[in-house]
T-cell receptor, first 117, second 113 residues
Framework: AQSVTQLDSQVPVFEEAPVELRCNYS??????LFWYVQYPNQGLQLLLK??????LVESINGFEAEFNKSQTSFHLRKPSVHISDTAEYFC???????????????FGQGTILTVHP | NAGVTQTPKFQVLKTGQSMTLQCAQD?????MYWYRQDPGMGLRLIYY???????DKGEVPNGYNVSRLNKREFSLRLESAAPSQTSVYFC????????????FGPGTRLLVL
């Protein structure tokens, strides 16, 4: 089974400041890693994902996340945030293959990012 | 294309009442999922369907039943609603392999009094 811990439930930040949302996971098998974003009163949208290859992955709107296998982390960063980035962000993992966890996403508790002017 | 649609968007029930949450997709994906979202707990999987005709329990199935009517539709039923089932319910779909991106509906906000 997998578990995901998002270390901060709320992160307030000023516009144009950098931000890091932390995510750690636990799994007995290899996993794929995802960040989803939920804007107010909407469903979740995929922000970025790590499947294989380069450990640094980027989204189209300036977010990036780095997979660190030794620390079992997948932290999300953005060098300069905008008001429009205000949302809740969810880290999720999925077993790569096999076992009873196959095919299921396990989510973290969520981090509410609030960008202030 | 609408992607994943859910009805209703809002619902208020009294304890003991029953209801069915509807979910439909026009993406021709094999897998469909029902999650509930509660503050501070992220999303938890209630039931999923890996393909038409199959359903399996997720992390929190008690008090719920599901039906995969066809490839497009996956419904969630509450037979006897309880206040603990007050939540936001999301339906999602995916192609059916572990690298897949899941696509989420807009959610159903349910209040059980």
């Amino acid at each position: 089974a997998q578990s995901v811990t998002q270390l901060d439930s709320q992160v307030p930040v000023f516009e144009e400041a950098p931000v890091e949302l932390r995510c750690n996971y636990s799994s007995s098998v290899s996993v794929y890693l995802f960040w989803y974003v939920q804007y107010p009163n909407q469903g979740l949208q995929l922000l970025l994902k790590y499947l294989s290859g380069s450990t640094l992955v980027e989204s189209i709107n300036g977010f990036e996340a780095e997979f660190n296998k030794s620390q079992t982390s997948f932290h999300l960063r953005k060098p300069s945030v905008h008001i429009s980035d205000t949302a809740e962000y969810f880290c999720a993992v999925r077993a790569q293959a096999g076992g009873t966890s196959y095919g299921k996403l396990t989510f973290g508790q969520g981090t509410i990012l609030t960008v202030h002017p | 294309n609408a992607g994943v649609t859910q009805t209703p968007k809002f619902q208020v029930l009294k304890t003991g009442q029953s209801m069915t949450l509807q979910c439909a997709q026009d993406m021709n994906h094999n897998s469909m999922y029902w999650y509930r979202q509660d503050p501070g707990m992220g999303l938890r999987l209630i039931y999923y369907s890996a393909s038409e005709g199959t359903t399996d329990k997720g992390e929190v199935p008690n008090g719920y039943n599901v039906s995969r009517l066809n490839k497009r539709e996956f419904s969630l039923r509450l037979e006897s609603a309880a206040p603990s089932q007050t939540s936001v319910y999301f339906c999602a779909n995916g192609p059916g392999y572990s690298m897949e991106t899941q696509y989420f509906g807009p959610g159903t906000r349910l209040l059980v009094l």
